[in-house]
């Protein structure tokens, strides 16, 4: 219920920005390009130019809901068309992405929190690097490394057919985790490590139960929900931070159009792009508060 | 025995001190290069930043070129040196605006609770659902390509953050012992905030504005590489590490290298000096 509140407030503003680019929406619309009359009355009548913006709001929505976003200005193509082929790589790209996010980031932060010394200390070291590496850095670097200097990976595109896309995407989609891996590897330490001084697991650990068990059922368990709501904000956010690596490492993702789109003033690319990113933000975050019920019997969905 | 107990806890706190010291002490260094060329980068440069010279196109870092030479042959020292202020004034402007705002919106939320509490944070809320980078792109798109967009955006973005954080420790602070006694005494609630509460929190704000610093500038630099915000010839370390891109193909990795070296190295003594300050009041925020 509170997403749709959020979708629907976010959809405001989206469409809103339309009337607070300089100019008439017209201008904005077709990238200020020269139209006759005939394609002007077109657009008047398609976005309800000329009602109050309540009535051009809802008639927007109307269409945005059934997928109708109108004309890309660019592509001269209904931006649902241009969309589509490109879905398939974002989505490969942040799920490996948010994979490596949750695998890499607790299993480092666990085993940083449960084993001291120095393995310990090299994940921590790790990490604080981890967070200072911006995503477009870690690309231009791993490009530079893995592609040009080694030739393991290779250097641009998506590549065809899903094993290689999965092989294009192997290097991108570890630039884009990095500094999750980093984050959430230090949010489970810390967590890890609360949980480790609970009264509880002392408990436990008097009643004679085998260290594996204490650890697997009352401490990683319990340490596991703060590290998930966590996390499902970080895959959250990975999907706009798709747009700097599908930039950087030129692959056709909804990302690099978003970028591409406001190059050239696309302006029913950007608001479908925008709206379908706020969109991921609310389902992930449904899906982590279904997780967490699971985790904690006492959490309750609304 | 007790007291050589107590004297091994205490020498083993003192080591630990120490270790995070100098820690401090090297992120202090750092910072403090990274102002001196922030104020006089384009002064000390030893050539001029701007300068092409198509003949020693792509040299590696030789005593001539400390850093080599990018593809037109302009010096990488000397861009790397001038790009710190268009690279550190944005992330700074987006700091302090987004520290300023969040603190006074989470004392006040915290002061007034109830009705104006809850709208503050269902706005917020709102606005979590916009990533920082979709934000000063979605500017960007309304407003037109430079700094002003991204930064205005930035600052938007980063401020429900830091208010958040503010709210909860100003809310621990409204009820300790001495606000309940400087209320009866007579002090009113802007009195009580601005002379007692918020010296009180500073460490936190200023916590909050370290680490603000360093994701305004992860994404405003992040902006500057698509293209979408300082333009070239501006030396920005974002726009660098965009043109060394074609570069690195040709093995010439050089402008993106040492870019990347300058903005990483900022973005982690800022990330610490944070960390000391705050201890563990880090939030999650979207990185790009």
Redesign the interface.
């Known amino acids: 219920m509170h997403g749709v509140v959020v979708v629907l407030v976010a959809s405001v503003v989206i469409f809103g920005s339309l009337f607070l680019a300089p100019g008439s929406p017209i201008t904005a619309l077709t990238a200020g390009r020269p139209v006759d009359a005939h394609t002007r009355a077109l657009l008047e009548a398609r976005y309800d130019l000329n009602a109050p913006f309540v009535v051009q709001y809802v008639h927007w929505l109307g269409h945005a809901v059934r997928g109708d976003f109108g004309t890309s200005y660019v592509e001269s193509e209904s931006v649902t068309a241009v969309m589509a082929p490109r879905i398939a790589t974002t989505l490969i790209l942040v799920t490996m992405c948010s994979l490596l996010v949750i695998v890499a980031g607790m299993l480092s932060g666990a085993v940083a929190a449960l084993k001291r010394g120095p393995i310990g200390t090299a994940i921590v070291v790790a990490e604080a690097i981890g967070l200072g590496v911006p995503t477009f850095v870690a690309s231009l670097l791993l490009i530079a490394i893995f592609s040009v200097q080694l030739h393991w990976f290779p250097v641009f595109g998506s590549g065809s057919g899903f094993i290689d896309e999965v092989w294009h995407l192997t290097l991108p989609s570890v630039a884009l985790a990095l500094g999750s891996v980093a984050y959430i590897g230090r949010l489970t330490q810390a967590s890890v490590e609360g949980e480790l001084r609970k009264e509880h697991v002392t408990t436990a650990t008097a009643r004679g139960l085998p260290r594996g068990r204490v650890i697997r059922r009352h401490v990683l368990r319990n340490a596991a929900i703060p590290v998930t709501t966590a996390s499902g904000i970080v895959i959250a956010y990975l999907v706009v931070g798709a747009a700097v690596v599908e930039t950087a490492f030129s692959l056709n993702g909804l990302g690099s159009l978003l970028v591409s789109s406001i190059a050239q003033d696309d302006f029913p690319v950007i608001q479908a792009v925008s709206l379908v990113a706020v969109l991921a933000f609310v389902v992930i975050g449904f899906v982590v508060d279904v997780i967490c019920a699971r985790l904690d019997p006492r959490i309750t969905l609304e | 025995m007790s007291a050589l107990g107590i004297r091994a806890g205490y020498r083993r706190r003192v080591r630990f001190r120490g270790a995070n010291n100098l820690v401090l002490v090297l992120c202090g260094v750092v910072l403090a290069a990274i102002a001196v060329c922030v104020v006089l980068g384009s002064v000390i440069a030893p050539q001029d930043p701007n300068a092409v010279n198509l003949q020693i196109a792509l040299q590696g870092p030789s005593l001539a070129h400390l850093f080599g030479t990018d593809a037109t042959g302009r010096d990488i020292f000397s861009r790397v040196l001038a790009g710190a202020r268009p690279s550190i004034l944005g992330p700074i402007l987006i700091a302090v605006g987004a520290t300023g705002l969040g603190t006074l919106i989470g004392v006040a939320a915290a002061w007034k609770r109830g009705v104006s509490d809850a709208l503050l944070s269902r706005g917020m ?2 606005l ?4 920082g ?2 934000m000063a ?2 500017a ?5 390509r430079g700094l002003t967009a991204p930064v205005v955006a930035l600052t938007i973005a980063n401020t429900p953050w830091v208010a958040r954080i503010i709210r909860s420790v100003a809310l621990r602070e409204r009820s300790l012992p001495y606000v309940a006694a400087l209320t009866v005494q007579g002090f009113s609630g802007f009195t009580i905030c601005v002379r007692h509460v918020l010296p009180n929190i500073s460490r936190t704000i200023w916590a909050q504005l370290a680490l603000t610093f ?1 994701y305004g ?2 994404d405003l ?2 902006i500057n ?4 915000g300082v333009q070239p010839p501006t030396p920005d370390w ?1 726009v660098l ?2 043109e ?2 074609d570069s ?2 040709q ?1 010439a ?1 050089w402008e ?2 040492f870019a ?1 070296v300058f ?3 900022t ?2 003594a800022a ?2 000096l944070s960390a000391r300050l705050g201890e ?1 009041q880090t939030s ?5």
């Open positions: 809320e709102i979590f659902a916009f990533p980078l979709l792109m979605m960007v798109a309304i407003l037109g360093t500038m992860t630099l992040a590489f698509l293209g979408l974002g590490v965009n060394g891109q690195i193909l093995g990795p993106t290298l990347s903005i990483v190295l973005i982690v990330t610490a563990e999650v925020r979207g990185r790009a």
